[in-house]
C-alpha cells in the first residue's frame, strides 16, 4: 500500500478527530487551528512541516517521522515521542502545552523549547546537550540518566534535576533556581 505524497499544502480549521486524516508524506506543510485529538498519525511522515494553534492531545504517533518541525501555540498533552522515528528527528516547540509527554531515551539537541509548560514531561536518558530552555515550567518533569551538559536552564523554573544521577558538566541555571539542584537534599534555602 502506497502512502500519498502532499507536498505546499494548507489545512486550517480541519477536526481530524472528526474527519479522515490522510496517513501519508507531508511535505512542507502548515497546518492551523486543526484538531488531532485521539487521532491515528501512525506511519506518517512530516517534514519542513508547521503546526500553529492546534490539538494533538493524545494523538497516536506511533513510526511517525518529524523533521524540521515547528509547533506553535500548541496542545500536545501526554504525546509518546519515543514512539517516534528516531531518524533525523528535529523539532522545535514555542507557546506549546506538552505536559505528561515522553521523550524517553531522544536524542533533542537539535530541538528548541520556548515558553513553554514541560509539566510532568519525561526526559528520562534524553540526550539534551546544549539544549536552550527559554522561560519552560518544568514542574514535576522527570531527569534520570539525562544528558544535560551544556543545557541552559536560566531562564526556566520549577524543575528538579539530581546531578549525581544526570550528566549536567557546564549546564547553565540561575541562582533563583539552584534549589532545583539540591531538592532531594530536602533542606531549606532561604
Known amino acids: 500500500m502506497s502512502k500519498e505524497y502532499i507536498e505546499d499544502k494548507t489545512f486550517e480549521k480541519i477536526d481530524f478527530s472528526k474527519e479522515e486524516f490522510i496517513i501519508g508524506d507531508y511535505d512542507n506543510c502548515t497546518f492551523i487551528d486543526c484538531i488531532f485529538l485521539?487521532?491515528?498519525l501512525s506511519n506518517s511522515n512530516f517534514s519542513d512541516c508547521e503546526f500553529n494553534k492546534f490539538n494533538l492531545s493524545m494523538a497516536k504517533i506511533r513510526k511517525i517521522s518529524l523533521k524540521e518541525i515547528k509547533?506553535?501555540?500548541c496542545k500536545l498533552l501526554g504525546l509518546q515521542f519515543q514512539t517516534c522515528n528516531e531518524f533525523l528527528f528535529s523539532v522545535n516547540f514555542e507557546n506549546c502545552i506538552l505536559d505528561l509527554a515522553s521523550f524517553y531515551k531522544l536524542n533533542l539537541k537539535i530541538s528548541k523549547f520556548k515558553d513553554c509548560s514541560l509539566k510532568e514531561v519525561d526526559?528520562?536518558?534524553?540526550n539534551l546537550t546544549g539544549l536552550v530552555f527559554d522561560n519552560c515550567n518544568f514542574n514535576k518533569a522527570k531527569f534520570e540518566k539525562t544528558i544535560l551538559e551544556k543545557a541552559d536552564f536560566r531562564t526556566s523554573y520549577d524543575y528538579s534535576i539530581d546531578p549525581e544521577i544526570n550528566k549536567i558538566k557546564?549546564?547553565?541555571f540561575s541562582l533563583s533556581g539552584i534549589s532545583g539542584l539540591l531538592d532531594k537534599y530536602d533542606i531549606q534555602i532561604e
Request: overall charge positive; proline content about 0%; charged content about 40%.
Open 38 to 40: 485521539n487521532t491515528d
Open 71 to 73: 509547533f506553535k501555540n
Open 123 to 126: 526526559f528520562t536518558e534524553c
Open 170 to 172: 557546564k549546564a547553565k
